[in-house]
């Protein structure tokens, strides 16, 4: 987790027989989100996986007592990061890497199945696992204040039909987390067409842990999907509610999101061309030095560039540290026995031009910076981001000048 190894305490359903060609719901979540956990359980009859962020471990293993039944729940220890974000991603990915089942339901955990949704997908999986690369979206709605949810399609189409519920997360400028999801022919499909959804973890790219705390968590790996050339499938009988709760805990240390993952998802884009190069275009890059103590991103935006962390092999070379320190400070050769997030860099306390060793395992971070380092950035074009503000505002989805 961005170089850090992350502990994780496992708890095994206590009550759970899997089956041979089974499908585990998984999630991630706090302790506040238990409620809404416990409606999900009471649709959902198959096993489930769950990453449990616990800041108070005592009090969090007393709520999940009575659920331990068939749920593998994963602890993470927030007090092991203090004053990180929340991690959403990595409890994401733990999840899924954790999960005992290879078909998951990747949902969120404010949202509850339709009825039979578990008993609908087993049989579907043994033509899964021959058929096309794909996963297999759930259509999600919200309902207007004071209404049940559903249970079946028949009941949703009516209450759609009377105005009662809607696409989930309808209002501008949030109605494009789900709007590629057909919903008008979804309401008369009969067979599979064209997101939460079910997947072959086995097949399925992992979410980018890079993204913290609130904003295109779900986007970059939506995007990835795609890039890595998988389906999107809906399914025509299955969909998953939002259920209203409080803001979470979470959010109220979180910082304006608009702020900070424009340029993590402005970076991320840049790493999915390098990734999956059969779609990428070539982008210049150009190697800049930064100030002692700045991170890249401000290097870049100082000349008017971005930084891209997926091409650090441009600027990780000690002919490159060499042109723009100079031999004076680089001397003949450049350290190559260190590695971290912050390097290539010239670093004042070690007086050497230090190369990152090991630029798979730790890789470049934009906005990592180092007190004692004058970092080498991968700096290019600033590259068009979608769902930040200028970007919704430019498309006239909504103004969020006007609409203070």
């Known amino acids: 987790w961005h170089g850090a190894q992350l502990l994780v305490h496992t708890l095994l359903a206590t009550k759970l027989t899997l089956k041979k060609d089974d499908v585990s719901w998984v999630t991630q979540l706090t302790a506040d989100r238990l409620e809404g956990f416990t409606k999900m359980m009471e649709r959902w009859k198959g096993p489930i996986t769950a990453a449990l962020y616990c800041r108070d471990l005592k009090k969090d293993l007393a709520a999940i007592k009575?659920?331990?039944?068939r749920v593998d729940f994963h602890l993470i220890l927030a007090d092991l990061h203090p004053g990180r974000l929340y991690p959403v991603n990595t409890l994401r990915n733990v999840a899924i890497d954790n999960c005992r089942t290879q078909y998951i339901a990747l949902v969120d955990a404010d949202f509850v199945p339709n009825d039979g949704l578990y008993e609908s997908l087993l049989p579907k999986i043994p033509t899964w696992k021959d058929g096309e690369n794909a996963v297999y979206v759930l259509a999600a709605f919200q309902l207007q204040s004071g209404k049940v949810v559903p249970r079946t399609k028949p009941e949703l189409l009516e209450m759609w039909g009377k105005g009662q519920l809607s696409p989930v997360h309808p209002e501008p400028?949030?109605?494009?987390?789900h709007k590629h999801t057909d919903y008008p022919r979804w309401k008369i499909a009969q067979l599979p067409y064209e997101p939460y959804f079910v997947a072959d973890k086995q097949r399925m790219p992992r979410y980018d842990a890079s993204f913290l705390g609130y904003g295109n968590?779900?986007?970059?790996?939506?995007?990835?999907i795609f890039k890595a050339g998988i389906k999107y499938l809906v399914l025509p009988d299955a969909f998953v509610f939002h259920q209203d709760h409080p803001r979470g805990e979470w959010l109220s240390s979180d910082i304006e999101f608009s702020l900070r993952n424009p340029t993590t998802l402005g970076s991320f884009f840049l790493e999915m061309e390098s990734k999956y190069p059969a779609t990428a275009k070539p982008r210049q890059i150009t190697p800049v030095a930064g100030r002692k103590g700045?991170?890249?991103?401000?290097?870049?935006?100082?000349?008017?560039m971005a930084c891209h962390s997926g091409y650090h092999k441009d600027v990780n070379k000690c002919d490159v540290l060499k042109r723009l320190f100079g031999a004076e400070k680089c001397g003949p050769t450049c350290a190559d026995n260190m590695f971290g997030n912050d390097l290539p860099a010239y670093n004042h306390a070690f007086k050497q031009c230090l190369i990152n060793q090991k630029p798979t395992e730790y890789k470049i971070n934009c906005q990592q910076a180092q007190v004692d380092s004058e970092r080498v950035c991968p700096c290019g074009e600033v590259v068009p981001e979608w769902l930040t503000h200028d970007w919704i505002t430019k498309q006239g989805l909504y103004d969020y000048k006007k609409n203070k």
């Not at 009575?66 to 039944?69: E, F, G, I, K, V």
């Not at 400028?173 to 987390?177: K, L, M, V």
């Not at 700045?294 to 008017?304: D, F, G, L, V």
């Open 66 to 69: 009575p659920l331990r039944d």
């Open 217 to 224: 968590d779900k986007t970059g790996h939506c995007y990835e």
């Open 173 to 177: 400028g949030r109605d494009i987390a």
């Open 294 to 304: 700045e991170n890249c991103t401000i290097t870049c935006k100082r000349a008017n």
